[in-house]
């Protein structure tokens, strides 16, 4: 099994590190086309097909697994702030099941639309030709499977920290408030 988890990491490493690669190609492409717009006269071909089916996918779905894993994605703790960490990470989890349904849905539907433009060889005009756009497609589904499996393993954490009350090493016990003070 750990053999297994390292392999996931490496993987969802390695796609954010694309990603990473693919926002200074972005980066590179639309100077490279401003600049030739500008100076020549002759902007590059397609450079707003590339830019938006692939370079954006890869910047927007490559490191969804990578966040998830790392637990950085934005968490409204409005009315959770006073819990103590046990029945947080309880509602956490149990959170954690909707998102698992909601992300794992998400992903079957990307990898049928995926398949479909797969078939039809979904393209865009790009000036005097085409730019082949199926390929990105990839990219969403490949995203968001990887992105419900973290999910789903932070919820069995989450789950089996809370059922043996120990709270997982990285937790600072949220904002514990003393039973003798009061709250605002």
Known sequence: MNALKRLLDLTV??????????TALMMLHVTLDVFMRTVFSSPLTGTVEIV??????ALAFLPLALITRERGHIIVELFTTWMKWRPRTFLDATVAIVTVIY????????IEIAIDKTHIREAKEAGVGFVE?????WVVALGFGLMTI????????DY????????????GGGIDIPETEEQL
């Open 133 to 137: 756009i199926w390929p990105s497609r």
């Open 13 to 22: 490493t390695g796609l954010a590190w694309i990603a990473g690669i693919a």
């Open 103 to 110: 992300t794992a849905v998400f992903t079957w539907k990307a």
């Open 52 to 57: 938006s089916a692939y370079h954006m996918a």
């Open 150 to 157: 973290y999910v789903a393993i932070n919820l069995v954490q």
């Open 160 to 171: 089996r920290n809370a059922a043996r009350n120990t709270p997982p090493p990285d937790d």
